[in-house]
């Protein structure tokens, strides 16, 4: 064993060059290790067995005071929690290790299958069921558990309790996922699939982030390793595959793009390639409702949840609308009591940065104002109620739907999502025929035009609409997330841009906002893109929420495929966006329309073929039509205030 981090170097599985340790980061952890080891049993590497005998890696911290059980705060996770992380070149911060032991609760902490020390082979829609499951009834059988387990985390530490929690384990007590649209499949009008698509386009954030992820070229130890020589390697190093830093802005254009992460020498894995682990195949090659989607660790909405949950999501992350779908989803099918106790926060924040949020909270661009929250008050409040079974009131004190609202920079409360007496406020598209670019002539109004005009525009595929800002993840350098002003986007042609007149009454839009177009193109297939933006007077334009739809799947993700005929007008239904926005008096309401926003969705290359095998496009001439027959439109929900 002593051998096994020279060999790996050697091997280059270790990074030659690791930077020099941080002094302070070094003191800090050590100070907390210590206090740590004061109050806690520590145990690193513990080899828990799943089913099929396969042993996934633990690190178990719970209070020296043995004379009693203890409640569990399970988490699991892909990413790294080694004592040392050698790709950092720093010790790990220990804080929540700590501040669990604290309160009374035993922390696990484990990796996933075929990540680290956990042993088989990963496949992100595999074992997560079984694996999670198995893993909680291991915990509560253990002489230190009181048999109540629950759950926290963001992303993918996340993404795996919805699909669990839906197996029924009756140690599993309570759930807190955050950020966990990754671990949604199908819910209402979404078919997602983990956030592998939206509206049957890729969201190519998951290219860059499973190049990461999928690699299983890594060191295995024998079964009869022992847990001290499993402690002692992962002092010297973590298992972690190094691969060179990427220029995401530049790889995901390569074409095809199922060669993406080939392209810059990624791993071979589950995005492209057939492994015998894989429960279907290359992901990339699936449609959004291959039977494949259904047979891994996704969580689809005929999976009843009956337990409480605490769910955390926020606007500019990557798919609040199905997060919030799912949260409806688990409130209306659950037992009525655990129905009651199915609870949101809706932050205005990025991907998991809820706890980033500060006096001046900056997103993008556009300032939020003070967004903060005592997280650490509710969580803990959660799970002293569900898991110690203390009466604090913690139901009585939290509203059922705590929605921060933009624009107006303060939090909300409502008892349900959207929030009670919102109701659908309708724009209609109108021009003159002439509305590409901010410059044009695109119009929102509270009523159809009379006479169509169609908005016609090229798309090539090869020069698509870059996405700036959004409501993004994972995507490296590719996309800068949050609220941008559209106006550089918005001076292309191959925009169509809609506003409405300056509003004389402050409007708050909090819910779904639905896009329905009629549209044209001399392709076989092509895509349309709508953006929600919020203009001030001044011009600046911020955007809230994007959607896609490829027309091919207008008639539904489960019907035979429909090509379009050149001239002829198809309308095409939008999954929803949402949002909770203020538009102040002198606001204008916008929509963009287009046919590409890259790389936050990938592109369309209008043949009619697969996409993801093909390396050449063609370019497409769509339209927008807006008239009595063809009711362009937007329909917004709005909260009036008294």
Same mark, same amino acid.
């Given at each position: ?32 290790? #210590? ?7 520590i ?7 799943? %089913? ?21 705060i ?11 992380? $050698? =790709? ?36 992100i829609?595999? !074992? ?19 048999? #109540?387990?629950?759950? $926290? ?6 993404e ?77 190093f ?21 060669d ?43 999976m ?61 661009? %556009? ?42 920079? #303060? ?54 609409? !870059? ?18 002003d559209?106006?550089?986007m ?33 392709? #076989? ?31 539904g ?30 606001? =204008? ?14 592109r369309n ?37 008294g």
């Open positions: 064993m002593k051998r096994l981090p020279l060999l790996l170097f050697a091997a280059g599985l270790i990074p030659a060059q690791v930077p020099a340790p941080d002094a302070a980061l070094i003191a800090a952890r050590n100070k907390t290790e #210590k206090e740590l080891e004061s109050i806690a049993i145990e690193r590497k513990v080899m828990v067995p799943m %089913r099929d005998g396969k042993r996934m890696a633990a690190d178990i911290y719970r209070p020296k005071d043995t004379s009693k059980k203890y409640p569990i399970f988490v699991r996770t892909p990413y790294n929690f080694n004592y040392w992380d $050698v =790709r950092m070149g720093a010790p790990r911060d220990m804080a929540n290790e700590l501040k669990a032991v604290k309160k009374g609760y035993i922390f696990v902490e484990m990796n996933e299958r075929g990540h680290f020390f956990s042993e088989g082979g990963y496949d829609l595999g !074992p997560p069921l079984t694996d999670g499951s198995d893993a909680i009834s291991w915990m509560s059988d253990q002489p230190w558990s009181n048999a #109540k387990v629950g759950t $926290v985390g963001c992303s993918s530490t996340a795996w309790q919805l699909g669990v929690a839906a197996q029924g384990n009756p140690a599993f007590t309570t759930m807190i996922p955050q950020g966990f649209g990754a671990g949604v499949g199908r819910v209402g009008p979404y078919y997602e699939q983990g956030n592998w698509y939206r509206g049957g386009a890729v969201q190519m954030l998951f290219i860059a982030w499973i190049y990461g992820e999928q690699n299983q070229v890594r060191p295995m130890f024998p079964p009869n390793t022992s847990q001290e020589d499993l402690i002692l390697a992962s002092k010297a973590d298992l972690a595959p190094h691969f060179p830093p990427v220029d995401w802005a530049k790889a995901l254009t390569h074409l095809p793009e199922m993406i992460i080939k392209s810059v020498d990624g791993p071979h894995g589950i995005f492209a390639d057939r492994m015998e682990i894989s429960t279907g195949g290359a992901m990339i090659k699936r449609a959004p409702n291959d039977p494949a989607w259904y047979r891994g660790g996704l969580w689809h909405d005929n009843p949840i009956n337990i409480p949950g605490l769910w955390f999501m926020s606007w500019y992350d990557v798919s609040v609308g199905p997060n919030l779908a799912a949260y409806n989803y688990v409130r209306k099918t659950a037992s009525p009591e655990i129905g009651k106790e199915q609870y949101a926060v809706i932050a205005p924040t990025l991907h998991c940065s809820y706890t980033r949020a500060t006096e001046d909270t900056i997103v993008g661009e %556009r300032s939020m104002g003070d967004a903060r929250l005592d997280y650490d008050e509710l969580t803990y409040g959660w799970f002293d109620h569900f898991l110690k079974g203390e009466d604090n009131k913690i139901l009585e004190k939290t509203p059922r739907v705590h929605y921060f609202t933009m624009g107006s920079n #303060k939090w909300q409360t409502a008892d349900t999502w959207p929030p009670e007496g919102a109701q659908p406020l309708t724009f209609y598209l109108g021009s003159g025929g002439k509305a590409n670019s901010l410059y044009g002539d695109g119009t929102l109004a509270s009523g159809a035009p009379g006479a169509d005009a169609a908005d016609a525009f090229t798309y090539d595929p090869m020069n698509p609409v !870059p996405s700036y800002g959004g409501n993004v993840c994972c995507t490296g350098n590719a996309v800068t997330g949050g609220a941008l559209q106006r550089k918005e001076a292309r042609a191959d925009i169509l841009v809609y506003s409405s007149e300056p509003l004389k009454e402050g409007l708050e839009v909090s819910g779904p906002m639905e896009a329905t177009l009629y549209v044209s193109s001399d392709a #076989k297939d092509t895509d349309f893109t709508v953006k929600v933006i919020d203009v001030s007077p001044d011009g600046t334009a911020y955007n809230l929420d994007e959607t896609i739809q490829r027309v091919r799947y207008r008639d993700y489960d019907k035979p495929l429909v090509w379009m005929e050149p001239g002829k007008v198809y309308k095409v239904a939008l999954q929803p966006m949402t949002t909770s926005n203020y538009f102040a008096p002198g606001h =204008r309401i916008r929509i963009e329309i287009s046919s590409s926003n890259f790389p936050r969705f990938d290359l209008n043949t009619g073929g697969n996409n993801y095998d093909e390396a050449t496009g063609v370019t497409a001439h769509n339209s927008v039509h807006h008239s009595k027959q063809y009711p362009s439109q937007i329909t917004l929900s709005v909260v009036k205030r």
